[in-house]
T-cell receptor, first 116, second 112 residues
């Protein structure tokens, strides 16, 4: 199994450009999420999904859109990139987010994004 | 706001010594998880401890949870150079693991 696959690994954008960060998992996980990691701030949740067709906002959703048309894929869209969105982005998935089940997260290797 | 806060922010020890990291949180939880992140890589799950558990072991890892003090500790025994990494605690809140909240992490360096 490949696990959680993120593409691209690196990306440089100009302010105002849009792009999509791809995330795919092959573990048939219900739950998928996007985090951003900034120095000294740990990981912050952007958006998450508990199943195909269901998405919700996390702690820092502004400037980002998501969709979940299939169980496997959970792309993150930057609508109009800003320098404040320079960060490392991680996609993660788990079998189920329900307490008492298998809630551990599997992470992708990350996308390092720079917005100039 | 940060739910989990790790302490210390950085820790440097000699190979073979034990490493202890602490995590404090503010609200009630169902479980607490610890993750490891090697430089430039994604996070890897280490261990999950539920709110009704006080201690859990996995290999050289020992995790404790004190819900009355809202704190947890991660002990790595007989440290190795390969344990050099950042360690994060993550807590669920708002009733579910949909919104895991990560602390800022402890950067652990094992010196040979």
């Amino acid at each position: 199994n490949a696990g959680v696959t993120q593409t691209p690994k690196f990306q440089v954008l100009k302010t105002g450009q849009s792009m999509t960060l791809q995330c795919a998992q092959d573990m048939n996980h219900e739950y998928m999420s996007w985090y951003r990691q900034d120095p000294g701030m740990g990981l912050r949740l952007i958006h998450y999904s508990v199943g195909a067709g269901i998405t919700d906002q996390g702690e820092v959703p502004n400037g980002y859109n998501v969709s979940r048309s299939t169980t496997e894929d959970f792309p993150l869209r930057l609508l109009s990139a800003a320098p404040s969105q320079t960060s490392v982005y991680f996609c993660a998935s788990s079998y189920s987010p329900v307490a008492g089940t298998n809630e551990k997260l599997f992470f992708g290797s990350g996308t390092q994004l720079s917005v100039l | 706001s940060q739910q989990g806060e790790e302490d210390p922010q950085a820790l440097s020890i000699q190979e073979g010594e034990n490493a202890t990291m602490n995590c404090s949180y503010k609200t009630s939880i169902n479980n607490l998880q610890w993750y490891r992140q090697n430089s430039g890589r994604g996070l890897v799950h280490l261990i999950l401890i539920r709110s009704n558990e006080r201690e859990k072991h996995s290999g050289r890892l020992r995790v404790t949870l004190d819900t009355s003090k809202k704190s947890s500790s991660l002990l790595i025994t007989a440290s190795r150079a390969a344990d050099t990494a950042s360690y994060f605690c993550a807590t669920d809140r708002d009733g579910g693991a949909q919104k895991l909240v990560f602390g800022q992490g402890t950067r652990l360096t094992i010196n040979p």
